[in-house]
């Protein structure tokens, strides 16, 4: 947190209902309670797998082993095992990693299913529709942010930054290096919905499409526990985030016109306890990357103080950093900032003010196009991709880190294809499923290594993102023999 003199309080951001107890004023203590509850059972129904899997190995041999498995499995997982893989234990050993992958893979579509029918982490109706009609006052129509493809950043919208995940565009690249491409394509989209629908607001409002990056670092482990695309270097990663940021602007001004313009925003995150610094723009919309509100220090110095005073010094924080930072940033930094408190304390409460998997530990990679259920930390790797070949270098990033997850204890890597599509669009869903079983294939044949000898699996999954649809399990490669797994291509 800088040190300057305050400058002029801007207005103050809508917030949740604020819950006391742990001493500090701005803590939303009952959304973390719930939060905490949700993320320890999504994280123990996939942890638990390993520890009944054991315990059914050890009955192989059991002259009733199949029904005893099956019994220990519905009790224990709450789902079945594949009966043809456990029937064949009397004529070679139980395959273990092909069981693995089929327990991870119902495991999450059992996620998925209650995420989409329970909505578990959702902010209510009216509430997405205030975050909006406050993101516009702020002069915003559109957040879309862009973290590092890490699992230790999955979670950044829903919990680090505590903000409606429907609400906002999320998609994530190895290093945040998000495909500029791809972004001016969601910017004329945006800009199409606005002209000819009036979606969310209509063209003619004073409102602009605002682009976010969010880089990570450690500070537990600086040298090795950063991000891996940088070299776990913070500076380059927050270079790296800021040059790409304003690639993108410079993309967006050259090809449509000056009026045409963005705004942008850098977010660093600490991934060993989630505090995040905020490189707040001045007048012009310029950062630097040295120039930053560190929420963690903002913490300190409020905790114990009354709301309306922790609520002035957040404010005089983002004017100390910039003080000619435009009012409606302000006040959206405002609220990130305040959501971030929340976190802080989240991490101090239940996990001792860091985490103990300060590293890599997700469950799974997630491959395609979708995602959106995903909101907790290490639970995925995210590889967003329409083709293996373009998304090369965070293919090989995820399967780098599950090698040395997985692989190293003799354990399979599980990889979910996914390809949301939209239902009203003539042919989406058959397209979406040549997507799956065109990357599923392209993963086998560049990691035939681990392919041939069951150490990857693939499940091929889509989904109607239009509607209030389930995902929709195709194809899964421990359904086929080993070696023969790639799929329709």
């Known amino acids: 947190m800088p040190g300057q003199q305050p400058g002029t309080p801007g207005t103050a951001a809508p917030a949740a209902p604020v819950r006391h107890g742990s001493g500090h004023p701005l803590v939303a203590e009952t959304e973390n309670a719930r939060l905490r509850d949700y993320e320890q059972r999504v994280k123990a129904s996939f942890d638990n797998i390993v520890p009944v899997l054991k315990r059914i190995s050890a009955l192989q041999h059991e002259e009733d082993f199949v029904p005893r498995a099956q019994a220990m499995a519905r009790e224990a997982l709450g789902f079945e095992l594949p009966e043809a893989v456990l029937e064949n234990t009397w004529v070679e050993p139980l395959d273990m990693r092909r069981l693995f992958a089929a327990c991870v893979f119902e495991t999450y579509h059992r996620f998925c299913d209650d995420f989409f029918r329970a909505d578990p982490l959702g902010f209510d109706s009216r509430e997405e529709a205030a975050f909006e009609q406050f993101l516009q006052e702020c002069g915003f129509h559109i957040l879309d942010i862009s973290p590092c493809a890490d699992g230790r950043l999955a979670h950044l919208v829903r919990y680090v930054l505590r903000l409606p995940h429907r609400a906002v565009r999320r998609k994530s690249y190895a290093g945040a290096m998000f495909d500029v491409d791809d972004s001016i394509q969601k910017w004329v989209e945006t800009e199409m919905l606005r002209y000819r629908e009036g979606r969310p607001n209509t063209a003619d409002a004073p409102t602009r499409y605002l682009k976010v990056v969010a880089y990570h670092f450690s500070e537990i482990d600086p040298d090795h526990g950063g991000c891996a695309a940088h070299g776990s270097d913070a500076l380059k990663a927050a270079t790296a985030g800021l040059d790409r940021l304003y690639a993108f ?132 790797y995210f590889a967003y991709l329409r083709t293996v070949e373009e998304a090369a270098t965070d293919v090989d990033v995820g399967i780098k880190i599950f090698r040395k997850l997985n692989v190293s204890r003799g354990l399979p890597v599980p990889v979910v294809v996914r390809f949301d599509y939209h239902g009203q669009v003539p042919g989406a869903r058959e397209r979406a499923i040549e997507h799956c079983g065109r990357v599923a294939g392209a993963l086998h044949r560049r990691f035939e290594d681990l392919s041939r000898q069951g150490l990857l699996h693939t499940m091929q999954v889509v989904r109607d993102c239009g509607g209030c649809g389930l995902i929709e399990v195709l194809k899964r490669s421990i359904d086929e023999p080993t070696g023969a797994c790639g799929g329709s291509e």
């Open 249 to 380: 602007q410079q993309a967006i001004e050259n090809s449509f016109c000056c009026g045409a313009s963005i705004d942008l925003l850098l977010i660093g995150v600490n991934t060993d306890n989630d505090a995040i610094r905020v490189h707040v723009p001045d007048g012009s919309g310029r950062m630097d990357v040295a120039r930053f509100v560190d929420v963690e220090a903002l913490y300190e110095a409020t905790q114990g103080v009354a709301q309306q005073s922790a609520r002035d010094r957040v404010t005089a924080a983002i004017r100390e950093t910039s003080p000619d930072v435009a009012e409606g940033m302000a006040r959206l930094i405002e609220r990130l900032l305040i959501g971030n408190l929340s976190q802080i304390d989240y991490v101090r409460r239940y996990e001792g003010g860091s985490y103990p998997d300060v590293d890599h530990a997700e469950r799974f990679i997630g491959a395609g196009i979708g995602f959106e259920e995903i909101q907790l930390r290490n639970l995925t």
